[in-house]
């Protein structure tokens, strides 16, 4: 099979593939196919046009846990992302933009390299290093690749979209049923616990009343599970919006919820610098707003997120019943918090006293 053909295969391959790390990896073991590279690896660019993912082929995991920290785009490296074009290169170690390899890191002599673009930007470039039985890359090896890259700019997008339909799906089907439970299952519970307040007001029996008054307090408490489940399964929709205007939702909705007041301050910059994770910050909110409705019999809540120590905090904080930490078991949502922080690169800390409170505290990198 000539090398045509193998493109033609190549592109056919990569456009049937709809998850996006399976596509990543794809992109990079075929250019060391067609290119009979070998090595190869994909790098994946942040905004700020460093390294946020490297994916490789031809370096066993052991090699790669002994070479530590994954690179984060000087050297050759480097020299691509500042000039993304393709580039060949026959001895590294002998170009002026060449920083060097770090301990442990295979010898490597000869370079190919060549941009991905996806969406009309860069995605990330193709390196590859040493050609098995010649000295260095040729030209029409560079041509190859720079078809590769383009076939993998479209697969990249195509699995994008992918993610996003599934997504959308998802959350379509969140809301409706969240939408669901609130006009039927609580609308009809409401009603049950009218008709047995009406019951338990014209009862003879003060022993039947009682005990129709309990049944009532135990659907309150159905409703307002309900309305924190209902609560939970709407941060995602939030969470596509700007992440100030989405944690005021967030609190809106909680107080509607709740009527627990709830009081939202926000630094718009500290908002915009954590654009990235938007998500995962209302998620962190929801989580800490959640236990507030459970547990803290709150009248009054606080959002806040700002600026301190060169990070940002986001704080929530109550003024509910509280309680002895040392003397509280441990419960699930705390342990959420702390994983989600710590998933961030954070980390969450809960502090409260009886009746003077809790305050929940997560401090995440800018």
Request: hydrophobic fraction near 40%.
């Amino acid at each position: 099979m000539d090398r045509r053909d193998k493109l033609i295969r190549s592109g056919l391959e990569l456009a049937s593939e709809l998850e996006l790390e399976v596509v990543l990896q794809r992109i990079v073991e075929l250019a060391v196919q067609l290119t009979d590279a070998t090595y190869g690896a994909l790098g994946v660019l942040q905004a700020d046009g460093s390294i946020s993912e490297f994916i490789t082929t031809g370096v066993t995991p052991e090699q790669r846990a002994a070479i530590g920290d994954p690179p984060t785009g000087r050297g050759i490296l480097g020299l691509l992302i500042r000039e993304p074009h393709p580039r060949r290169i026959s001895r590294i170690s002998a170009h002026p933009g060449s920083s060097g390899f770090p301990p442990n890191h295979p010898s490597m002599t000869s370079f190919l390299g060549a941009p991905v673009t996806a969406r009309g930007k860069v995605f990330g470039n193709v390196y590859l290093t040493d050609k098995r039985g010649a000295v260095e890359f040729d030209e029409a090896d560079e041509e190859a690749l720079v078809v590769l890259a383009t076939q993998a700019g479209v697969a990249i997008e195509n699995a994008r979209l992918y993610q996003d339909v599934e997504r959308l799906a998802l959350l379509e089907d969140r809301e409706r049923i969240a939408k669901e439970l609130h006009d039927g299952v609580i609308q009809a519970l409401f009603a049950v616990g009218m008709g047995l307040e009406g019951t338990s007001m014209v009862a003879s029996d003060p022993k039947v009343s009682e005990r129709i008054n309990l049944a009532v307090e135990e659907l309150d408490h159905v409703i307002r599970d309900l309305r924190n489940y209902i609560f939970g399964l709407r941060p995602g929709i939030l969470a596509d919006r700007e992440l100030d205007t989405a944690l005021r939702a967030l609190a809106e909705e909680f107080q509607a919820k709740t009527g627990v007041v709830t009081i939202v301050e926000v630094d718009p910059e500290i908002a915009a610098q954590l654009g990235s994770v938007a998500s995962e910050v209302v998620q962190l909110t929801r989580e800490a707003l959640s236990n507030v409705g459970r547990h803290a019999l709150a009248t009054t809540c606080r959002v806040s997120l700002r600026h301190e120590a060169g990070s940002a905090l986001l704080e929530i904080d109550d003024d509910g019943s509280g309680f002895e930490p040392s003397t509280v078991r441990r419960g699930q949502g705390l342990a959420n918090l702390e994983g989600r922080a710590t998933d961030l690169g954070g980390k969450a800390s809960v502090t409260s006293e009886p009746d003077r409170g809790t305050t929940v505290r997560v401090e995440l990198p800018l």
